[in-house]
């Protein structure tokens, strides 16, 4: 048993900053809006896309429109006589800016905004669920641009002088230091426990980056670079484990969990403001003549998954003339979620399953040795364990001996579409000769013999 090695799909070539190796990311591009009005900068959460176009500002009005990437339709959400901008989604709560006050953002039942109704531009939050408001950040200097997810709040913060990231924890009541470097840092955004934001440290240095993409791990407490391109990289979002931005007039993404950076959409014309949620970028596109709004799905490398085929045996028998199941498990770690596998698109050598479930049945094996087995059961981790119907596999193999040892392999997708493969090795009981249709009579042989035999037949049948 054994995770086996990388298989890659067609795609965009991507490179890895502070890496020898490169690998190749697939990126499916896709209009979302494409009318002769101009929208702007597009948000984004789960399969909802929100923008603010100009369509209606004949009467007078400012409109939200909104795409469902699941059912493809456009529909309008909301129109007022206020100029709307700053556009911000968390599943089905959106929040904007309308110059009553600045920039915002939401996660979940908390709001949180740029205030200067006070003589100064402070940060302050709004608990849906509590109906109550409260102040974050107060001090005599600007706190601007806030961004939330979970308990932490970040923003850009000018107390020392020039621009820094600031935090603050809801539970804790803490305010922590991000980034105060002497340089300014912008545009700050947060997803679960990274930060991101654009960075000026190296402009002017002769580095020809001009402005980059950095990060911080708040659980590590370690700095991250993650775009430095001499294009120059601006206006980063952030969604789990993937970074996107604005270069030049290009969009690139960055995958933190493989460390490797790619390009997302470099057309000719300008592609500016991306937004990310899951596996989904959307951005503002000038390719047409006037801002639009485009997409695209990122499916990342083939992801290798541990396949054990009969679970518990060792080795793995597989009887040429059994008329049942072959039961196998895709095997889940503290490292991998097997739910997020899509089981209908799972496939054994092409073979699909008849049915699927999720227990915990096996041990996972740490040696690279495709055909080493184990005994054990239960591990405490979720497996995905399939069931065959054993017949189909056997004739997929084609001619087969007792003893022979065959290698399996098994591909599949997850939920955001990024390929999984993972291989295991059978023994065969039994003998198998693939039956050749051609060979009518069964001799071993096609020939002239089952020739006539087709004709007789098909002659037979022809009288009336």
Known sequence: MKKIVMMFVMGVVVWGIGNSWASVYTVNEFPICTNSSTASPPAISGNLVIWEDSRNRDSGLYSIYGYDLTTNTESLIYSNDKEIEDLRIDGDIIVWRDHRNDSADVYGNIIVWEDDGYGNHDIYGYNLSTETEFAISTN????????????????????????????????????????????????????????????????????????????????SNTELVIGMNEHGDIYPSIDGNIVVWQGHNDIYGYDLDTQIQFTISDTFDSQRFARVSGNTVVWLDNRNGNWDIYGARIVGPTVQVTLDIKPTSCPNPLNTTSQG????????????????????????????????????????????????????????????????????????????????????????????????????????????????KADVNEDGLVNAVDMAIVAENWLESSIV
């Open 140 to 219: 005599s200097f600007r706190q601007r641009r806030p961004s939330i997810s979970g308990n932490t709040v970040i923003w850009e913060d000018n107390r020392n002088g020039n621009e820094d990231i600031y935090g603050f924890d809801l539970v804790t009541q803490e305010e922590l230091p991000i980034c105060t470097n002497i340089s300014d840092q912008i545009m700050p955004q947060i997803s679960d426990d990274t930060v991101v934001w654009w960075d000026f440290r190296n402009f002017g240095t002769g580095t020809n980056t001009d402005y980059d993409i950095y990060g911080y791990d708040l659980t």
């Open 325 to 436: 199941v072959l039961p196998i498990a895709i095997l889940g770690s503290e490292q991998f979620d097997v739910s997020t596998i899509v089981p209908t698109s799972v496939r054994l050598a092409g073979i699909e399953p008849i049915r699927d479930s999720l227990e915990d049945v096996a041990t996972l094996l740490t040696d690279p040795n495709e055909c080493e087995c184990t005994t054990n059961g239960p591990d405490g981790f979720m497996d995905l364990t399939l069931k065959f119907k054993t017949q189909q596999i056997v004739e997929a193999l084609g001619e087969v001996n007792t003893g022979d040892i065959l290698t399996l392999t098994l591909t599949g997708v997850l939920n955001d579409e990024t390929p999984i493969e993972g291989a295991d090795c059978v023994v065969i009981v039994g003998r198998h000769k693939p039956i050749n």
